[in-house]
């Protein structure tokens, strides 16, 4: 080959790379990396166990199944409608684990504004086997009286989400101002004085979340094993590890 064709060549070779080289589209920018996800809050152990746990649910049943095999022992001979059961709302019959709950993914605890709006939601699932035991204790010819502190403003409500539920309530008791204790609307039930039209009646089981749920009991009941005679016979109790007047408790 001549010098010439040498050059000539090499020069058509060197327009065919450059023009190739300009159509040639340049490669995409590499993908960014995916930013980790910020993980959800953990709820709290106590809030978890409630929601989830089998044992929790086998306990609610355990504690109704019991109350409702004593039913036909401790009313026997009492007239029909003479007679009651007592129970309490919040973590007896309804089921507020979804309000603890959001109130832990926000890291907060406890607010009047909030629970006044949850309760309004009348969102409240029953407790398992709740619904069933009142059911029998209407078969069985009793009533079923619940006595809540929630306030009076939030007692409609409160009657409306209890029949969402299935559990027909004869009466409901809510928390006059002023008057968190439960043992005066006890009495009254017992009198004949808690609502009109509803003569005295005998009530032969309570049933509740919390030792202040049961008449005359207080956290002292703890280091009296005498005290909690009645647990398993009169009174029955339900697991809540979420709140409870126990909080107030010292280490021994």
């Known amino acids: 080959m ?32 995916a930013q980790a996800s910020t993980p959800a809050r953990q709820l709290p152990n106590d809030v978890r166990w409630f ?49 603890q709950r959001r109130r832990a993914v926000v890291d907060s605890g406890y607010t009047e504004p909030t629970w006044a709006a949850w309760v309004n939601e009348r969102a409240a699932p029953a407790v398992p086997g709740a619904a069933e035991f009142t059911a029998r204790v209407h078969q069985l010819g009793g009533r079923v009286v619940v ?14 989400n209890l029949r969402a539920v299935h559990i027909d ?44 749920d049961f008449p005359g009991m207080t956290q002292a009941a703890r280091n009296d094993p005498g005290a909690l005679a009645d647990f398993g016979r009169r009174y029955f109790i339900l697991p809540n590890p979420m709140y409870g007047s126990w909080q107030q408790n010292r280490e021994p």
């Not at 060549?9 to 023009?19: I, Q």
Request: glycine share 6%; with cysteine.
């Open 169 to 212: 309530a004869d009466v409901v008791l809510c928390q006059p101002a002023g008057e968190s204790d439960k043992n005066p609307r006890f009495q009254r039930v017992q009198h004949g004085e808690a609502a009109p039209g509803l003569p005295p009646l005998t009530v032969v089981e309570w049933i509740g979340d919390n030792i202040l």
């Open 2 to 33: 001549t010098t010439s064709k040498a050059l000539s060549t090499a020069m058509l070779l060197c327009v065919a790379a450059c023009s190739s080289a300009g159509t040639r589209r340049p490669a995409p920018p590499a993908a960014p990396e």
């Open 51 to 99: 929601r989830t746990a089998a044992e929790y649910r086998a306990l609610a049943r355990q504690a109704y199944r019991g109350a409702g095999d004593h039913l036909p022992e401790l009313s026997q001979g009492l007239p029909a409608q003479s007679w009651a059961v007592i129970l309490d709302a919040d973590e007896t019959v309804l089921d507020n684990s979804e309000y």
């Open 147 to 160: 006595v809540t502190n929630r306030t009076q403003a939030q007692c409609d409500v409160t009657r409306t």
